[in-house]
């Protein structure tokens, strides 16, 4: 399996010039899965509910049991093993200024044929604002990457994503990504938080985020990075380029969960398998930034940070004024739990 998929990936790349093509406003290359991703993400490793195998100095949260024993019954076969717990990267994300580019994919970029309202910005609310009250709109790339499935990097498969390479979504196809409105009919329950109160609780979760991890329970918040919603392109509160490219990172996975396309991994009831989440835990993600410059060297023993932590040490050299630094990419880690066991499952 592993090495079809291999193949499969090394032909799609082969194939990938024939289909589209790099130009003047799309630029990028492909990361370097070896020296730009930041694999001490990965850790802390657990097995036995609470044996730490491995930390790495890196941060972790309580969401799997405590047991030492777990079991499974899928399609009818009894499994059993022992609760193991890590941080699995299996997906990126590009965030661009231009419709249809994917830097990662080399600069490579479709003509979609779209009007000027799809491209990226970046301009002052008002005449006179201050640089602070700026808001901000980009397009969106999501791509899985079973990388660490075809490396084999974590005890059994089972325990792994092994979905093949893809680009399951692209904001530029969905029609929801630049209307605030349109994107409020997946998340109606959203709309109570747009108040001032809701607002400042922003500040709680950002603080929560910087010492450890954001506050699950005030998902409308995504700490120092802004608003979680509305589930769109626009950023109304633009303090720095990275800034915003983490929040729209965020706000993929968050529109992902809303729309029952993406499950979790992490927690009890997903010891034998993903299970469904429709209002995303934000303390099951952490981002590590793979350009413009990869984020490798450790801040505070960390080079891979929680939704909502502040971006004032990790932006650092990225906010230059050239039209590449308005493109960034990101791994994407995320917490696994998982029921590890002898017998194979089906």
Not at 16 to 42: M, Q, R
Not at 203 to 209: I, Q, S
Not at 292 to 305: E, R
Request: charged share 15%; net charge neutral.
């Amino acid at each position: 399996m592993k090495k079809q998929l291999a193949a499969w990936l090394l032909a799609a790349c082969a194939m990938l010039p024939s289909v589209v093509k790099a130009d003047d406003l799309c630029t990028g290359k492909f990361p370097n899965l070896i020296t730009e991703v930041c694999w001490s993400c990965v850790f802390p490793i657990k097995m036995f509910g609470s044996t730490t195998l491995y930390s790495g100095g890196q941060e972790d949260y309580q969401s799997g049991p405590t047991n030492a024993i777990c079991s499974c019954t899928n399609g009818g076969t009894p499994k059993v093993g022992v609760p193991t717990s890590f941080w699995e990267m299996d997906m990126m994300t590009d965030v661009t200024a231009t419709p249809g580019c994917f830097p990662m994919l080399g600069g490579a970029r479709v003509n979609i044929g779209v009007n000027s309202d799809a491209f990226g910005t970046d301009k002052k609310l008002r005449p006179g604002a201050k640089v602070s009250s700026k808001s901000s709109f980009r397009q969106v790339n999501l791509y899985l990457n079973p990388a660490m499935y075809v490396l084999g990097a974590v005890l059994d498969d089972a325990c792994l994503d092994n979905r093949g390479m893809d680009v399951p979504w692209v904001s530029f196809a969905d029609p929801t990504h630049n209307d605030d409105e349109l994107a409020g009919i997946l998340t109606p329950y959203a709309f109570p938080f747009g108040s001032l109160l809701a607002i400042g609780a922003n500040t709680a979760d950002a603080v929560a985020a910087t010492a450890g991890f954001p506050i699950k329970e005030i998902f409308w918040a995504a700490g120092a990075y802004g608003q979680m919603y509305p589930l769109t392109g626009n950023n109304n509160s633009h303090m720095s380029n990275e800034q915003s490219a983490r929040l729209q990172t965020a706000r993929v996975l968050a529109k992902l969960h809303a729309a029952g396309t993406q499950w979790t991994a992490a927690g009890e009831n997903a010891m034998c398998g993903y299970t469904p989440q429709i209002i995303m835990d934000k303390r099951q993600y952490k981002f590590q930034r793979l350009s413009p410059i990869p984020q490798t060297t450790k801040i505070n023993g960390h080079c891979c940070d929680p939704i909502g932590r502040s971006t004032i040490l990790s932006e650092s050299g990225t906010q230059a004024p050239l039209p590449n630094m308005r493109d960034f990419s990101y791994a994407i880690f995320r917490k696994r739990d998982c029921c590890s066991g002898v017998t194979p499952t089906p």
